[in-house]
């Protein structure tokens, strides 16, 4: 008989944006009494940077563990957001089983699916936690038969499709085995004891040759990198000889200078570890995700782990604009460069590669969100840079040129799903699926080349006014569609000269479009200032002041007032971006400017592209 470490559960938790998972691993680590009575700990403890607090979001795969009755329970918290499934794949292949955490009210979503597809090809042993159980118009029963069709739709096998489910409230620290709101008690034992019942305990073989494969990177600057994975086979101990299978078939020796384990949020030091164990190991150079360690005398390595391919890049350029160097503290090609190497360190499904010029850099990733998140931190952090249009990546497939495609779904009340559904049909867009809840609000999935999708957020928010929830997920690379699919279709309006906007100079133009910029912002000739209510780009005078007279006015006592400006986050500004215009970003602002500024040059090079 098989030989099982009972002390040992391995899981994680998936889910789609939103449903609560960070939350609820907060409520089990306080159940269990991880933390100290006095230990002051922040909400969605694990969600440790500061984008990722602002914005609610898991970025990054972290792992924690908690001690329950006699058991040691490895977490692995996972990102619900596509941009960053290379790290939910790769952590499947850690754990024996999931929590599928699915809010109450919203169902099934496309990330649910995406996660769920991918726990299920590893045949791990699934738990669904139905969150948010209180909220108003919960709706757990038709929940449960919709993660079952789920379930079923993805081609779970019998075991997996008996799963148990606990009806949980996160955020009030409740939850039950019953889906009455009255029956939630302030306990998370329900999900503990399903936990020990139901995820198989890791299998000792500790008696054999060691088998450790990394399956994250962290970075430390005393340390150098750490690999942190799981303990496949055998047992490992600091001071030990061993080998690293390189993915390219290369074998490097080294000493393990350190080991690290989990408990609550922290990392310890540890002298050795087991099969079954997650840990961190530190003392290779140059170790990357789906290296194998093994003893020196049994080089074996375990299957290669698939990394998720980009499907979109950006150019980053240095900013040459006027106002370059006025805010940030890291501007040269120099401190660029290393910063993208940098992050080549931890983040495996990135790419940076050189272009004919030394001030430009081609980035590749796995969607907007992943880009413009890296672009953030490098804001945060001091730098300046200029970004330009983001392209999706063509890839050929067997002789055919292909491009990537995404599963979108749509919530949004009846009365505007006429003009979604142009509107994505105008970008090449399939319906593939259309269900009326029957309370007013109508659930509809397309299928849309990854390039119709950039800049639509902003259009979707104007046509369903901000009523519209839209959720995207990449589902393949399909042959490339014919002809123009998505793109901007204003132009817009450009300043003449450097200056500050001025109200008269603003008030001017309101007819003409929408406004970015407030009375006072300094502008430059070639800066993007508004976008125009037609489809060419107008050059405009923002800095224009009104003259005056002694000749009094028969209004003069109307005061002037401006209509409200648009603002554009990083991500709107990314997004509307067209060919011939670049995104300055510094830590203080982000511009928009035309990669021309010259009127007239910008003007004869426009006609010379015409003429090709």
């Not at 970025?59 to 939910?88: C, M, Q, R, S």
């Not at 969150?131 to 929940?143: G, L, M, W, Y």
Request: hydrophobic residues 35%.
């Amino acid at each position: 008989m098989t030989q099982v470490r009972e002390e040992i559960r391995n899981i994680a938790i998936i889910a789609h944006v939103d449903h609560g998972k960070t939350t609820l691993v907060d409520q089990l680590l306080h159940y269990s009494g991880t933390f100290r009575e006095n230990e002051q700990v922040d909400e969605r403890a694990m969600d440790s940077n500061d984008i990722e607090k602002e914005r609610g979001i898991t970025i990054l795969a972290k792992n924690t563990a908690i001690d329950y009755k006699d058991t040691h329970i490895n977490i692995l918290d996972t990102p619900g957001h596509a941009d960053f499934g290379g790290e939910v794949e790769r952590i499947m292949k850690m754990v024996d089983g999931v929590l599928l955490v699915v809010d109450a009210y919203e169902g099934c979503m496309p990330q649910t699916r995406f996660v769920l597809k991918k726990a299920l090809e590893q045949k791990l042993h699934p738990v669904v936690v139905l969150n948010k159980i209180d909220r108003p118009n919960a709706r757990p029963n038709e929940v449960v038969d919709e993660v079952l069709d789920l379930f079923i739709e993805l081609g779970a096998d019998d075991e997996q499709l008996e799963f148990p489910v606990v009806y949980a409230s996160a955020l009030n620290g409740t939850s039950s085995y019953e889906l009455e709101v009255e029956e939630q008690e302030e306990t998370m034992e329900p999900i503990f004891e399903t936990i020990l019942e139901n995820i198989p305990a890791p299998i000792d073989n500790r008696e054999e040759p060691l088998q450790f494969q990394v399956t994250l990177l962290d970075y430390n600057d005393y340390l150098g990198r750490i690999g942190v994975g799981r303990v496949f086979r055998g047992s490992i101990q600091v001071g030990q000889q061993v080998s690293l299978l390189k993915t390219d078939g290369s074998v490097k020796n080294f000493r393990v200078t350190k080991l690290f384990g989990f408990i609550g949020l922290k990392r310890v030091e540890i002298e050795q570890a087991q099969a079954g164990d997650i840990i961190a190991v530190a003392g290779m150079e140059d170790i990357n995700v789906g290296e194998t360690v093994c003893p020196t005398e049994n080089q074996e390595a375990l299957p290669i782990l698939r990394i998720d391919e980009p499907t979109l890049q950006m150019t980053f350029v240095v900013n040459n604009s006027p106002f370059a160097g006025k805010e940030g503290k890291y501007i040269t090609a120099r401190k660029i460069e290393e910063r993208l190497m940098t992050q080549l360190e931890t983040d495996v499904s990135l790419r940076v590669d050189p272009t004919d010029s030394p001030d430009a850099w081609i980035v590749s990733g796995r969607g907007e969100l992943h880009l413009s998140i890296l672009v953030e931190n490098m804001r945060r952090e001091g730098y300046e840079l200029q970004l330009s249009k983001p392209q999706v990546i063509i890839k050929e497939i067997d002789g055919v040129e292909c491009e990537p495609v995404e599963r979108v779904q749509i919530d949004v009340p009846e009365d505007y799903t006429g003009p979604v559904m142009e509107s994505l049909g105008a970008r090449k867009g399939e319906m593939i699926d259309m269900v009326n809840h029957g309370t007013g609000q109508v659930r509809m999935e397309f299928k849309v080349p990854s390039r119709g999708l950039i800049g639509y957020a902003t259009e979707f928010m104007t046509q369903t006014r901000g009523y519209g929830i839209i959720n995207h997920t990449f589902e393949e690379y399909a042959p490339v569609v014919k002809g123009q699919v998505g793109g901007r279709r204003e132009g817009v309006l450009v300043a003449l000269e450097n200056g500050k906007a001025s109200t008269y100079g603003i008030m001017n133009l309101e007819d003409r479009g929408v406004i970015f910029v407030e009375p006072g912002t300094e502008v430059y000739a070639g800066m993007i200032v508004g976008e125009h209510n037609r489809e060419n780009d107008l050059t405009v005078n923002i800095t224009k002041e009104k003259h005056l007279t002694n000749v009094r006015s028969a209004t003069k006592d109307q005061t002037a007032t401006i209509r409200k400006t648009r603002k554009l986050s990083l991500e709107e500004a990314i997004q509307y971006l067209d060919d011939d215009e670049y995104c300055e970003v510094t830590p203080d602002t982000i511009r928009l400017r035309k990669k021309i500024l010259n009127k007239n040059e910008r003007e004869k090079a426009a006609k010379k592209q015409k003429n090709q």
